[in-house]
């Protein structure tokens, strides 16, 4: 069985995470977070040894970058989706739903009860995203950690061996066919198959400014359930399904 197919369709949990650095100023850190980072982006803007990097590159790098390491960044928004099965209709029904909080360990603890309630089985469940093994759920098991919180079973994947971990379908890797080397973006693959990019407000590049500078946790909110949206009709037509409509997707507040 291809994984395409290995899981019912109304028993996978489509997500996206966003995530920012976990202060608004390269400032704001200790002392040494502020030296780690230093480190980190002499690596990002591959500098050699000999070349010294001046405080603004330095803090200029943190403000763009920090928030895709778990050790730098937090998550301000979980989005998740979805489909469920319409009375008196063969065609499915897309729920989106986000949480969002400015203090991490709560917007964390409130996933991982939807997961712990509704989705707790892995042999049952899966958890669908575009790059999820590489990002998001990596991000958010290390979070949790930071946070000291325990693990909903779904995501207590730690030096689980690739068998072991099938719940986690990733539209990313699906696209690959074994290209280890490629990299194809949501953005992309909206394109390639026809239906409306996530991309029409912001990108992913301007989440840490909406957030810190406006605290729209909204915006941001509704920017990742695009992307979930985005996801699903891309798993869809992997599928060979037809695309949801705009009246078949229903966003819970």
């Excluded at 002392?31 to 405080?55: C, G, S």
């Excluded at 074994?178 to 949501?186: A, P, R």
């Excluded at 992913?204 to 996801?231: H, M």
């Amino acid at each position: 069985m291809s994984l395409f197919d290995s899981f019912d369709l109304h028993n996978i949990l489509f997500l996206d995470v966003e995530t920012v650095p976990g202060v608004s100023e390269f400032e704001e850190m200790n002392e040494e977070m502020q030296e780690l980072w230093a480190l980190k982006a002499r690596t990002i803007l591959r500098k050699a040894a000999q070349e010294e990097l001046d405080y603004d590159e330095i803090a200029a790098t943190f403000g763009e970058r920090a928030g895709i390491y778990a050790e730098f960044g937090k998550i301000v928004c979980i989005s998740v989706g979805f489909l469920t099965r319409q009375p008196d209709s063969k065609e499915p029904l897309l729920r989106l739903k986000s949480y969002t909080n400015h203090v991490e360990a709560s917007l964390l603890e409130d996933f991982c009860e939807l997961l712990e309630k509704h989705f707790s089985n892995p042999d049952k469940f899966a958890i669908c995203g575009h790059n999820i093994r590489e990002f998001d759920v990596p991000y958010i098991c290390r979070r949790l950690l930071v946070n000291q919180l325990p693990f909903p079973r779904m995501l207590d994947i730690a030096g689980r061996k690739p068998w072991e971990t099938k719940h986690l379908l990733d539209t990313m890797e699906m696209w690959k066919f074994g290209d280890i080397k490629n990299y194809t973006s949501l953005r992309m693959l909206a394109a390639v198959f026809g239906f409306p990019s996530p991309k029409d407000d912001m990108d992913g590049s301007e989440v840490a400014g909406v957030y810190w500078q406006e605290r729209d946790l909204d915006r941001i909110a509704a920017y990742c359930e695009k992307d979930v949206l985005a996801t699903v009709q891309l798993f869809l037509r992997m599928k060979r399904h037809p695309l949801l409509r705009n009246d078949q997707v229903v966003i819970v507040r």
